[in-house]
Each structure stands twice: as structure tokens, then as C-alpha cells.
């Protein structure tokens, strides 16, 4: 059974930063992750490719930044500047694209609030 196990979700204040890891169980070339606020639909907030090739949300460009680990299957998020907007619960994705990924994580939730 495929595992994804994200770490590093919490309480911060607007502008503040937050990482979040994640480690898979395999091996896959698309990474990343979503995210999902309370009445919205999942979004995609930033994959990676093998290679390093990213995509990211317009609304986390320039804030947020994507990498990966591949030797050790594992992908991060550094959030920067962070705001209210950027609450939600956020998922890490492994493997399929980065439209239909085909592995989870459980989520971890991020709030931004003062």
C-alpha cells in the first residue's frame, strides 16, 4: 500500500512562513501538492516533475516554493508571505499528472490568522 506522510501544517500569522514535507513510499515522477479551504473545491497549489519542471497556482507565485528529493521520494513546500486566503487543508500528491494524481496524503491543515 502506497503511504504519504506530510508534516509541518499549523497556526501562523499573515506574513508569516510555513514548510511542509512529505514523504511517499515509492518512487514517482509528479509530486505536489493541493489544497482544499472549507466550501471550495480541491485546487492545485504547485507539482514537480522529475527533472524539476513545477507548475504552480497564480495565486502562490512568487510566495511559494516547490521542491523535491527524489533519492529519498520525498517533495516540500516553503510558504512564504503567507495569508488568510492560504488556509486550507493541504494534501501531498504522488504519481499520475498533476490534473489526475494517483496517490494522497491524509492533509494537514494550514490556518493563517491573526
Known amino acids: 500500500q502506497v503511504q504519504l506522510v506530510e508534516s509541518g501544517g499549523g497556526f501562523i500569522q499573515p506574513g508569516g512562513s510555513l514548510r511542509l514535507s512529505c514523504a511517499a513510499s515509492?518512487?514517482?515522477?509528479?509530486m505536489g501538492w493541493y489544497r482544499q479551504a472549507p466550501g471550495k473545491q480541491r485546487e492545485l497549489v504547485a507539482g514537480?516533475?522529475?527533472?524539476?519542471?513545477?507548475n504552480y497556482a497564480d495565486s502562490v507565485k512568487g510566495r511559494f516554493t516547490i521542491s523535491r528529493d527524489a533519492a529519498k521520494n520525498t517533495v516540500s513546500l516553503q510558504m512564504n508571505d503567507l495569508e488568510p486566503d492560504d488556509t486550507a487543508v493541504y494534501y501531498c500528491?504522488?504519481?499520475?499528472?498533476?490534473?489526475?494524481?494517483?496517490?494522497w496524503g491524509q492533509g494537514t491543515q494550514v490556518t493563517v490568522s491573526s
Open positions: 515509492i518512487s514517482t515522477s509528479t
Open positions: 500528491f504522488a504519481g499520475g499528472s498533476f490534473s489526475l494524481p494517483a496517490y
Open positions: 514537480i516533475r522529475r527533472g524539476g519542471i513545477t
